[in-house]
């Protein structure tokens, strides 16, 4: 049976009949394409992490500065002196 206009052995019924695999150059550039958007992927993920440790960080200090407050009001505003490592300040 042949069509209005063209012959049967046209380029694209040929690819139509058979079962068409990639090229080495279409794979590579598929491969191209994903390790690309995984590294924009992995950049997204390290920033975000950041932006939480400075959220986590920011917490941590609003806490503590809650915590202090709090100890000044039930001591008559006297905050904890601080003398750092020194061996004459240790506890026994």
């Known amino acids: 049976m042949s069509?209005?206009?063209?012959n049967d052995k046209s380029p694209a019924r040929q690819?139509?009949?058979?079962a068409r695999g990639l090229?080495?150059?279409?794979l590579i550039v598929v491969l191209a394409i994903i390790s690309a958007?995984?590294?924009l992927l992995v950049a997204g993920v390290l920033r975000a992490r950041g932006i939480a440790r400075t959220a986590v960080c920011a917490s941590s200090l609003r806490?503590?500065?809650i915590a202090l407050n709090l100890y000044a009001a039930d001591t008559g505003f006297l905050l904890p002196a601080f003398f750092g490592?020194?061996?004459?300040?240790r506890y026994a």
């Open 15 to 18: 690819i139509r009949g058979q």
């Open 63 to 65: 806490q503590i500065a």
């Open 85 to 89: 490592n020194r061996p004459e300040y």
């Open 23 to 26: 090229t080495l150059v279409e």
């Open 37 to 39: 958007l995984a590294g």
């Open 3 to 6: 069509t209005l206009g063209g």
